[in-house]
């Protein structure tokens, strides 16, 4: 599987806003952004205003990299949005945000998506009873996700439980740190998702 190996801090300021793909650092002062904020490279500083075009590639790339896709994948995840009732913008980011990966992480059961794309590959998760290990897959209303048994007392699920109070979970979820479970009641809305991104950017953008 495909997957960005390179710096995530470049990303973020590639970006020029916090995408918080490195966990902790993101809110520490060691965060290169704080310190760095413009783009890498040698005219980082120096970029001219970007046009309409670039702006949506811009604000394509950007949901790309908070949710750890690749293009091809995230293509297919706009168009079968397409194919779904409502705006194709929003239910794009509803399918994105019921990933399973994306679901342990916004549980607070990992500090980023890539920690939690890890643990759900290495096989730590059951959803309604079943082992699962693609962190693609799509969670559905009433789904029940949870920390296998033999994987309760791994290290990150110990400081998961220990931390269960510093992160907000969306309303949509219902985390139960002492039991290592996630209860979806229902897919977000667009209201309870958090994501800095103008999906009508890439709907335009892929419209195209």
């Known amino acids: 599987?495909?997957?960005?190996?390179?710096?995530?801090?470049?990303?973020?300021?590639?970006?020029?806003?916090?995408?918080?793909?490195?966990?902790?650092?993101?809110d520490s002062p060691k965060c290169p952004i704080?310190?760095?904020?413009?783009p890498p490279g040698e005219h980082g500083r120096n970029r001219?205003?970007?046009s309409e075009h670039l702006l949506q590639i811009r604000e394509k790339q950007k949901a790309k990299r908070i949710y750890g896709l690749m293009e091809r994948q995230f293509r297919n995840y706009y168009e079968e949005a397409t194919r779904r009732r409502g705006k194709p913008g929003e239910v794009m980011l509803q399918i994105l945000e019921s990933r399973l990966d994306n679901v342990v992480f916004r549980a607070g059961f990992a500090k980023s998506?890539?920690?939690?794309?890890?643990?759900?590959m290495h096989g730590h998760f059951l959803v309604n009873g079943k082992k699962v290990d693609i962190?693609?897959?799509?969670?559905?209303?009433r789904d029940i996700i949870e920390v296998r048994p033999k994987s309760f007392e791994m290290t990150p699920f110990v400081v998961a439980r220990a931390e269960a109070g510093d992160r907000q979970v969306p309303g949509w979820l219902e985390a139960i740190?002492?039991?290592?479970?996630?209860?979806?009641?229902?897919?977000?809305?667009?209201?309870?998702?958090?994501?800095?991104?103008?999906?009508q950017m890439i709907v335009e953008f892929y419209s195209k």
């Open 113 to 120: 998506r890539d920690m939690a794309r890890q643990l759900v």
């Open 34 to 38: 704080e310190h760095r904020p413009y």
């Open 177 to 199: 740190p002492d039991k290592m479970r996630v209860l979806v009641h229902a897919m977000p809305s667009r209201a309870q998702i958090d994501t800095q991104v103008q999906e």
């Open 48 to 50: 001219p205003k970007e």
């Open 135 to 141: 962190p693609s897959y799509l969670v559905s209303e």
């Open 1 to 26: 599987m495909a997957r960005y190996t390179g710096a995530d801090c470049k990303l973020c300021r590639r970006e020029k806003m916090k995408l918080f793909l490195k966990g902790a650092k993101c």
